[in-house]
T-cell receptor, first 113, second 113 residues
Framework: NAGVTQTPKFQVLKTGQSMTLQCAQDMNHNSMYWYRQDPGMGLRLIYYSASEGTTDKGEVPNGYNVSRLNKREFSLRLESAAPSQTSVYFC????????????FGEGSRLTVL | GQQVMQIPQYQHVQEGEDFTTYCNSS?????IQWYKQRPGGHPVFLIQ?????EVKKQKRLTFQFGEAKKNSSLHITATQTTDVGTYFCAGRYYGGSQGNLIFGKGTKLSVKP
């Protein structure tokens, strides 16, 4: 099993450009999440999807949009990238919301110049 | 907003020494999870604690959840070089946003052989 797969692994953008981070899980999990990790800041939740067809804002949603395309896929879009969005982005999934462990993807390192 | 404070931020030990990291919350948690992130890697789930006063062991790792469910600790006995990484606690609050697992900022452990 691949678990949680994220693409791309690395990306460099210029300020104002847009891009989409893709995430797919093959564990038949209901809930999916996008986190960002910045040095010394831990992991902060951007958006989550408790189940297929629903999405909700997390702690730091500004500047991002998400789409739960189906049960397997949850994408994160930056419409107009800013240097403050330079970070490592992790997608995660869990069997159900509010309980159980999170399974993380390997991360996507994004640099905005 | 809710915060989970984790200390220390860094810990350098000699191989064979013990290591402890602590998490504290000002309000009661419904449960707490611990994750390990190797350098350059992604967070990997270690354990979840749910009950007041709970103690769980995994080989050389001992996890505790305080009686008031406001604090938790991870203790590693006789560290090895394979223990290197950042350890995160992550807590959930009663009545909190469904998706939001609040991560501490992590304790980065280095082990000198």
């Amino acid at each position: 099993n691949a678990g949680v797969t994220q693409t791309p692994k690395f990306q460099v953008l210029k300020t104002g450009q847009s891009m989409t981070l893709q995430c797919a899980q093959d564990m038949n999990h209901n809930s999916m999440y996008w986190y960002r990790q910045d040095p010394g800041m831990g992991l902060r939740l951007i958006y989550y999807s408790a189940s297929e067809g629903t999405t909700d804002k997390g702690e730091v949603p500004n500047g991002y949009n998400v789409s739960r395309l189906n049960k397997r896929e949850f994408s994160l879009r930056l419409e107009s990238a800013a240097p403050s969005q330079t970070s490592v982005y992790f997608c995660a999934s869990s069997e159900v919301i509010m309980s159980g462990e999170l399974f993380f993807g390997e991360g996507s390192r994004l640099t905005v110049l | 907003g809710q915060q989970v404070m984790q200390i220390p931020q860094y810990q350098h030990v000699q191989e064979g020494e013990d290591f402890t990291t602590y998490c504290n919350s000002s309000t009661t948690l419904s449960n707490i999870q611990w994750y390990k992130q190797r350098p350059g890697g992604h967070p990997v789930f270690l354990i979840q604690l749910v009950k007041s006063g709970e103690v769980k062991k995994q080989k050389r790792l001992t996890f505790q959840f305080g009686e008031a469910k406001k604090n938790s600790s991870l203790h590693i006995t006789a560290t090895q070089t394979t223990d290197v990484g950042t350890y995160f606690c992550a807590g959930r609050y009663y009545g909190g946003s469904q998706g939001n697992l609040i991560f501490g900022k992590g304790t980065k452990l280095s082990v000198k052989p």
